[in-house]
């Protein structure tokens, strides 16, 4: 049994009396009879029987719908849970159902722009117009709309009016290259293009118009593409095929009201994508009831909004944190957006901002918590800091280390917060619970509804050794389905392959006698750098494109306080030398085809790439072997199509200068 750490924060009474999760407890045991003894008792409760759990969300938040469910869980198969059958109900009105005109609603800053606010009745006039100018293309429900934006106001108003018709978003971050936003946007076939002029990051500006010229060329079915005049007031659109202005195309005078389109509630709200290991980024559907649902379950009862409470939380449009942020509007606390790098002009930037915009829960990264650690960040010199409740992070597990550095620089009074869980379900499995104690280097619970589970590879339940992350039950945001998978093959191949029946999520996870749980990393070999999730089959697309380059492998390796190591290993054409000219080369096209955060810290040449019989690349073992993981644990040297491709990283491994490098 592991020796429970110390504890650094526990809720007062008063803290626990004014919950949300109270307050719900509360009135379960008034309105459904069901009576618990603190959390954990609730949460095995709502696992243990989910239609009296998602009903009672239901409720408890009173969902709206034109047409009521026939009952909770028609149908509870996984994969393939029916929820809510019948029901017909729209996300956006959830949104903006009784909102105080005046009260603010979003406040918002970049690098380019000010900190300003907008208030509700402002950003229904705003929604209101742009979406009777999607009505006024054509644009209807199922429709896919996509946007190349960064996180600023109008990627809310543009989202929020896509959902209010019934037509399905998506976006990525214009720090995106052309190939990675081509491989996600045009497996979807979008009709509309929203798209940035340019961003500043850091400083530094960037041109976009070519990027978007290129997608326009790469998806021929774009019928219309709306410029966003952010880097410059008045961008050229010469070039750009049917392109029009944001303003032109919104009009002027007064706005239409704003309608709500009442679909089903497996209706596609939104495509987000997780890339897996091979092929092109899974597009992964989520329906307007499922993320409802779960947003209001999580804003609410653990993240513990309400009213006068401000989210902010460091992300942008191509990752599921966004969208997890703006569903802060469906509670009675506002949001807080920023744009641009978070250590511009220095690595106090979101400290500011913070003091700035009276946010009340701080939301960010474990790399960022480790970066301010490591640059000797002092949140509070020359800053109150006065609102400022809660801190959350995620994106990758929070060190103890980390966990102290916040009480010590924040105070003793903060709450908190390690959160993990995915895209998949863009939530949190495991996180927040404003009415439980914060031990060092643990998440607090698993969140209600979730059972979750750490799984040995025979499917057994573990408590207190790390095993897989697994979900026994279904989750009301499970995606509906990947988009374009008709027989559904891929969706059953990216989480029940391992476990039939059983969603296995990809990472490492212990839960302790406690309650609590500590999450270890990734099991599969997703990478994810400042934020952005991007599948080793995209780094390998854009390298490989290279004639001197035969084949590749990348790893993301966790380093103390840093946010990871992510070496790549190559095989080159006979007679070619790694030399500087052509790492710089590799990693340009990183930065141009994928990201700028994946460009890979190092570069090394290697003979051969270890693969599976089958072909498949093995960076799971070697990412374990490179972590210091005896080779015949990591993996069955029998599986192998060629053994010795495995002797440079054993080597590697074995190197002092590697290990403190």
């Known amino acids: 049994m592991r020796e429970a750490p110390p504890i650094l924060w526990q809720p007062d009474a008063a803290r626990i009396a004014r919950a949300t999760v109270t307050r719900y407890a509360a009135w379960l045991a008034e309105y459904r009879g069901v009576r618990t003894n603190g959390y954990h008792e609730l949460w095995q409760w709502s696992v243990g029987d ?31 849970a029916e929820w809510f059958p019948g029901a017909r109900l729209n996300y956006a009105q959830h949104v903006f159902r009784d909102r105080p005109a005046g009260d603010v609603a979003v406040r918002h800053a970049s690098e380019l722009r000010p900190l300003r606010e907008t208030t509700w009745d402002a950003l229904r ?19 896919r709309v996509v946007a190349y934006l960064p996180n600023i106001l109008e990627a809310v108003v543009a989202f929020h009016a896509c959902a209010s018709i019934g037509a399905v978003w998506s976006s990525c971050s214009p720090d995106f290259g052309v190939r990675s936003v081509v491989d996600r946007f045009a497996q979807i076939e979008p009709r509309l293009l929203i798209a940035i002029d340019g961003y500043r990051y850091a400083g530094r500006d960037h041109d976009r118009l070519e990027v978007v010229r290129a997608l326009q060329e790469a998806m021929p079915g774009l019928e219309r593409t709306v410029i966003v005049p952010y880097l410059t007031p008045e961008p050229s659109l010469e070039g750009l095929s049917s392109a029009i202005a944001w303003d032109a195309f919104v009009g002027v005078g007064d706005s239409p009201a704003l309608e709500f389109a009442q679909v089903p509630f497996e209706h596609p709200l939104w495509v987000l994508y997780s890339s897996g290991t091979t092929g092109l980024p899974k597009a992964i559907v989520h329906g307007h009831g499922g993320i409802l649902l ?46 641009g790098s978070p250590a511009a002009p220095t690595m106090e930037a979101l400290w500011q901002l913070a003091d700035d915009a009276g946010v009340t829960c701080f939301g960010t990264s474990a790399s960022y918590i480790a970066a301010c650690a490591k640059n000797g960040v002092e949140p509070r010199a020359g800053r109150s800091l006065a609102r400022l409740q809660a801190v959350g992070s995620t994106g990758s597990p929070l060190s103890p280390e980390g966990f102290d550095w916040v009480y010590e620089r924040l105070g003793p009074d903060l709450w908190l917060f390690s959160t993990s869980g995915g895209t998949d379900v863009c939530t949190a499995f495991v996180g927040g619970v404003p009415t439980l104690p914060v031990y060092r280097g643990e998440l607090q619970a698993r969140a209600l509804g979730a059972k979750v589970e750490a799984w040995s590879p025979a499917g057994t339940s573990l408590v207190g050794e790390v095993g897989e992350l697994v979900l026994t039950e279904p989750m009301p945001s499970m995606p509906v389905c990947f988009w374009g998978d008709e027989d559904g093959s891929r969706y059953r191949a990216s989480y029940f392959d391992v476990f039939p029946g059983i969603w296995r999520h990809g990472d490492w996870i212990e839960l302790t006698e406690r309650g609590t749980a500590i999450i270890t990393g990734r099991s599969d070999a997703t990478i994810n ?49 790694l030399d500087d000219e052509l790492v710089a080369r590799i990693g340009n096209r990183v930065r141009e085809d ?10 090394r040449q290697v003979p051969a790439i270890p693969r599976t019989l089958s072909g498949k690349v093995l960076e799971v073992p070697v990412k374990r072997i490179l972590s210091g993981e005896p080779t015949d644990r990591a993996l069955s040297r029998d599986s192998l199509a060629d053994p010795e491709a495995l002797r440079p990283f054993e080597e590697l491994a074995r190197s002092t200068a590697w290990r403190h490098a």
């Not at 929604?127 to 999607?134: I, N, V, W, Y």
């Not at 994928?594 to 570069?603: I, Q, T």
């Open 529 to 577: 750098r400042g934020g952005i999730r991007m599948g080793t089959a995209e780094i390998y697309r854009a390298v490989l494109t290279l004639d001197e380059v035969v084949d590749a492998l990348v790893v993301d390796l966790p380093r103390e306080g840093t946010a990871g190591y992510m070496p790549l290993f190559v095989v080159l054409r006979d007679g070619v030398v």
């Open 594 to 603: 994928c990201s700028p955060r994946h460009v890979p810290d190092e570069v």
């Open 294 to 339: 779960e947003s209001l379950k999580k804003l609410h009862l653990h993240v513990d909004l309400q009213d006068g409470d401000r989210l902010f939380w460091f992300t942008t449009t191509g990752w599921m944190m966004w969208n997890f942020l703006i569903g802060g509007l469906l509670t009675d606390g506002s949001i807080v957006l920023y744009d």
């Open 125 to 143: 006039d705003a929604t209101g117009r742009f979406a009777a100018a999607l009505r006024a293309s054509g644009i209807g429900p199922g429709d």
């Open 50 to 80: 989910l239609e009296a759990f998602w009903g009672s969300i239901w409720d408890f938040f009173e969902v709206k719908a034109s047409s009521p469910p026939e009952r909770v869980l028609g149908r509870r198969a996984l994969p393939g």
